[in-house]
Every structure is written in C-alpha cells, then in structure tokens.
C-alpha cells in the first residue's frame, strides 16, 4: 500500500490560507503600530520596523509562488488581485506630507515656511523630499511587481497591503524627521 504524501506546507490550502492571513493581517497591524511608534525615531530605526513585516510577508508569498510554480498545483482565483487593488488604493490615498508641509511646493518653500532659509536647510529639504518621493515611488514599483504572482501565490497578492503601508510610512518619516529637525510647531 502506498503513501501519498502531502505536498509542500504553502501549496496546501488551509495551512497556505491560515498562514498568509496572519502573515498579511498581523504585518499590516504592526505597520500601523510602527507607523505610529516610530514618527519621532531616526531613520537608523524606524526603517527596519517598518520594512521587516512587508519584507516577511513577500518573502513568504515568494515562497509560496515558488512552491505552487514547482509542485504544479492548482493556480489562485483571480480575485485575489483584489490584494494588488486594495494595496495600490492604499498606496494612493494614504497620506505622505505632514499637514504642515502640505501647500508647499519645493524645498525652497518648506525653508521659507519654517523660516530657516539656509543653504544647509534647502540641502536637508531637498535630500527629504528626495527620499520620500523616491520611497514613495518604490513602493508602487513593488506593489506592481506583485501582481504577476498572484496568479500563484495568494500571500504575495495580499502581502501588497503590508508593503503599501511600509512604503507609505517611510515616505512619510523622512519629511517628518525634517519637521523634527526645525522644531516646526504641529510636527
């Protein structure tokens, strides 16, 4: 009598779904918490916190496309591109700018608006407005690099929400520590 064995742990329904819900719900809670956490820390610190649980989820959803592309198992409904949509309205909608920073336009006008006109705060202003456009931008680029594998792997469609709010919060901590930096009332 022969023994069918079961197949990798990630091609297994249940055990794929239980672990890509706690994996997706528990990184996007401690993005939020992160996000929270970590508004007055440097970069050296806040960044790990805040990249690790995306990194986790996609490495997992990596995995899993791995497994399924390898085993042969059966492919994902589409609807779990509704992750990718979610992740992507995420993206857009979430907000970026600190609400002191928000009519300005260019780095000259944050330094003008924080009465810090220097040479050296134009340097700062324009390095964090930089970074966080670049952060911003990444984040999208990720998010978009997702979707093919979602046709595989269900964690790496819905891991697309933990990496939007990764990247949204970085994007938002670099113009934060340069409010920090000036002392600017309401940062």
């Known amino acids: 009598m022969t023994q069918v064995r079961p197949g990798p742990f990630l091609t297994q329904p249940w055990e794929a779904g239980i ?12 993005e939020l918490v992160g996000g ?14 805040l990249i690790a649980p995306a990194a986790i989820a996609v490495g997992l959803g990596l995995a899993q496309w791995w497994q399924v592309r390898s085993r042969g198992s059966d492919r994902a409904n589409w609807w779990h591109l509704a992750g990718i949509a979610a992740a992507l309205f995420t993206w857009l909608v979430w907000p970026i700018t600190p609400t002191a920073l928000i009519p300005i ?27 966080s456009h670049i952060a911003w931008w990444v984040t999208g680029a990720l998010i978009v690099a997702l979707a093919p594998l979602a ?37």
Do not use: Q
């Not at 890509?20 to 990184?27: A, L, M």
């Not at 929270?36 to 916190?49: E, L």
């Not at 949204?168 to 940062?187: D, I, K, N, S, T």
């Open 151 to 187: 046709r595989r792997s269900r964690i790496a469609a819905w891991a697309a929400i933990p990496v939007a709010l990764a990247g949204c919060f970085l994007a938002a901590h670099f113009l934060e520590l340069l409010l920090l930096h000036y002392h600017v009332p309401g940062a």
């Open 105 to 131: 336009a260019n780095a000259r006008d944050a330094c003008f608006m924080m009465s810090t006109a220097t040479p050296a705060c134009l340097a700062r202003a324009t390095s964090a407005m930089d970074n």
């Open 36 to 49: 929270i956490v970590t508004n007055s820390m440097s970069m050296a610190i806040a960044a790990p916190i």
């Open 19 to 30: 672990t890509g819900w706690i994996v997706v719900f528990g990184g996007s809670l401690v």
